[in-house]
């Protein structure tokens, strides 16, 4: 890789082996390979748990607020609850995850996971029917998120080579966008039959196989060694200059901002299912323009087998940012319902490989003792992005009609990409 924007680490002999090479349609099928290593199975096991699990609550808790209020603005407000919790405890959890055993606090955060959901059984159990309630567990809920993500990110370096993180990357990524599939179409099933209480049991024993299959991995110290680190402030903040000090790590977060805020037209889906694609029926548009995305990003995670070949992480980046923005410009400009489906579709594929690869970038040219605030700072930028976009999008859907704001927003992500990537040529080099 470019040795000015990494380091080098010893890796576990075992990890590193040779493959035959891949050949026909296995080309482009996933790349498996790190299921072959015990420890990230397991790991990867526990977040197809957590990735339906959560879409469940997710579902689950919005619903609830809303059948005991009648009222979108108190759902709304929950959503901000949740949100400022993540962000804070993911940036604390980076540093925390950088200064101790990862897997002892990936054993701690994922109970407390799975206590919170317990909760929210307990109190839909009961008949509480409380909205105060609901949003303090849900804090909890994501202040426990927030501390879990940095740690269970960064651990995939020490478990699987350097040249198999995009392949890990793509397995995670199409877990769990399969669970934002999956999740919320389970949730619509089973609300219905057995009812919100048993919906948050069943999230709390399925946490129950992410706490044995965490609890059976290897330990996962910090490799410096030497005097015990804190987890305060400073250390936060020693994150930051680390990120401004290394521009491939800066221009793989801009990249994300730039897709996220400027394209993710989420907040007109409703207002564009109701004027533009009403004649489809407008229940039946929306449901397929949330789809579309995550649909889009699964099938690109299961024809991912040519990322591994790939080892111009940077290009590969910018070129998935670039058609992010040309698929949401071409949805801004669709009269048709599929083929706007089908626009957002290539812009879930797009994601897609942008995910992967920036996060590959983050796992490779970071240090290890500076992947866990790495990956906080991931956590609040891919949960800050697209909540930004709700607010800037909705503005300019107001001001000038959504097809003009999408297709707009997409053509800013095009240029202002492709500027950043001209202007900075850092993540142009960058290759391992």
Not at 36 to 46: F, K, Q
Not at 210 to 216: G, N
Not at 220 to 242: M, N
Request: glycine fraction near 12%.
């Amino acid at each position: 890789m470019d040795t000015s924007e990494s380091s080098t680490e010893p890796q576990t002999p075992e990890l590193v082996v040779a493959d035959p090479p891949r050949s026909g349609w296995r080309r482009w099928a996933m790349d498996t390979r790190p299921l072959r290593i015990p420890a990230y199975r397991r790991l990867w096991s526990s977040t197809i748990v957590t990735a339906v699990g959560s879409q469940l609550t997710a579902v689950a808790v919005p619903k609830q607020i809303y059948d005991i209020t009648g009222s979108s603005a108190w759902v709304g407000a929950a959503s901000l609850a949740g949100l400022v919790p993540l962000i804070v405890f993911a940036l604390w959890g980076g540093a925390v995850a950088d200064s101790m055993d990862r897997r002892k606090l990936l054993l701690i955060t994922n109970t407390g996971i799975a206590v919170t959901s317990l909760l929210f059984w307990v109190q839909a159990f009961t008949g509480l029917e409380s909205v105060a309630a609901l949003m303090v567990l849900l804090a909890m809920q994501q202040a426990f998120w927030g501390l879990n993500a940095p740690a269970r990110t960064a651990s995939i370096a020490r478990l699987v080579p350097e040249g198999q993180l995009p392949a890990a990357n793509a397995l995670g990524s199409t877990v769990m966008q399969t669970g934002q599939v999956v999740g919320p179409l389970l949730a619509g099933v089973l609300i219905p039959v057995i009812g919100l209480p048993e919906l948050y049991l069943i999230d709390a024993l399925a946490l129950c196989v992410t706490v044995w299959a965490v609890y059976k991995l290897p330990a996962l110290p910090p490799l410096a060694g030497g005097a015990k680190r804190r987890a305060g402030v400073r250390e936060i903040v020693e994150g930051f200059r680390y990120i401004s000090m290394h521009k491939v790590l800066l221009l793989s977060f801009l990249a994300d901002i730039v897709a996220m805020v400027f394209g993710m037209p989420r907040a007109l889906f409703p207002q564009l299912a109701a004027e533009t694609y009403g004649s489809y029926g407008e229940g039946f548009a929306l449901g397929l323009l949330f789809a579309a995305i995550p649909i889009g990003a699964v099938l690109g995670g299961l024809f991912s087998g040519t990322f591994s070949r790939a080892r111009r992480h940077g290009w590969m980046v910018i070129g998935a940012v670039v058609a992010w923005g040309v698929a949401i410009t071409g949805f801004g400009l669709s009269g048709n319902l599929w083929i706007a489906a089908g626009f957002l579709a290539l812009a879930g594929l797009a994601d897609m490989v942008s995910m992967v690869f920036r996060g590959a970038i983050l796992l490779s040219a970071a240090t290890d003792e500076m992947r866990g605030r790495m990956q906080g700072v991931f956590t609040v930028v891919v949960a800050g992005g697209p909540r930004l976009a709700d607010v800037l999008h909705g503005t300019a859907g107001s001001a000038f009609g959504p097809g003009t704001a999408v297709a707009g927003g997409g053509v800013l992500v095009v240029a202002v990409m492709l500027a950043l990537a001209a202007a900075v040529p850092a993540l142009r080099r960058y290759r391992i």
